[in-house]
């Protein structure tokens, strides 16, 4: 095997981007966001959004706003709030973090996804902006998504959106006094145009029938 080579160029690093698409705006995490976000992730029934989070739920709104002022001036993590369209509120966050931009790698993750995003063709639109972001305006050659090997949504989400399995990391750390084995996976940049193609023919509104259910399945494209 012999070393191959790479133009060293660096990525750009996160900036302050508007992401927008037919279901979803993804802006820069802001302190004022926080309120729509506890709404939405506190209420009863919601506890399980916590399970493989390494924080919360919040003992209260205060204790939860808090922490989101401090991820709004975070650069690694870099956080951007999802907003729905359609109802006009903040249904979620996501990041990007473990940014190296002289090897052009970024990982895309600490995702929470109220009720509104969850299964939702918003949530998979979120995922297609920050990877096209990702790949075309920052520039990455590896784009990462990491998981709890025991969170089997999160498991089947990396897959669908067209992320490769790469193995597991055992005993990688310890969350909320518990072991984590994480399971890794990546995309790269020559992977990108046929992930994109994919998410796009999903995401058309040809693809949804008059009651917004999918025709095709994201895997099956």
């Not at 080579?5 to 802001?30: I, Q, S």
């Not at 075309?136 to 089947?156: F, H, Q, T």
């Not at 959106?161 to 310890?174: A, K, L, P, S, W």
Request: proline letters at 5%.
């Amino acid at each position: 095997m012999t070393h191959v080579p790479v133009d060293p160029t660096a990525a750009r690093l996160p900036y302050d981007a508007t992401l927008r698409g037919r279901h979803v705006e993804l802006t820069r995490l802001e302190p004022g966001h926080a309120r729509d976000l506890h709404d939405a992730s506190h209420r009863e029934g919601a506890e399980g959004l916590w399970t493989y989070l390494a924080e919360g739920p919040f003992a209260n709104a205060e204790a939860f706003e808090h922490a989101i002022a401090l991820k709004a001036v975070s650069l690694d993590p870099f956080y951007f709030a999802i907003r729905d369209l359609e109802s006009g509120r903040i249904a979620g966050h996501c990041a990007f973090l473990r940014i190296f931009p002289e090897h052009r790698s970024i990982e895309v993750g600490n995702i929470l996804y109220t009720p509104a995003l969850q299964r939702s063709a918003g949530g998979t639109e979120a995922m297609y902006l920050l990877a096209r972001h990702a790949f075309e305006d920052l520039g990455v050659r590896r784009y990462e998504w990491k998981c709890n090997v025991l969170n089997a949504p999160s498991y089947r989400a990396a897959l669908r959106y067209g992320f490769t399995f790469e193995g597991v990391f055992r005993q990688h750390m310890i969350v909320k006094g518990c072991n984590r084995d994480t399971a890794w996976f990546s995309m790269l940049d020559s992977e990108w145009p046929a992930r994109r193609a994919s998410l796009e023919a999903w995401l058309a509104p040809g693809n949804f029938d008059e009651a917004g259910r999918q025709r095709s399945k994201l895997s099956m494209l």
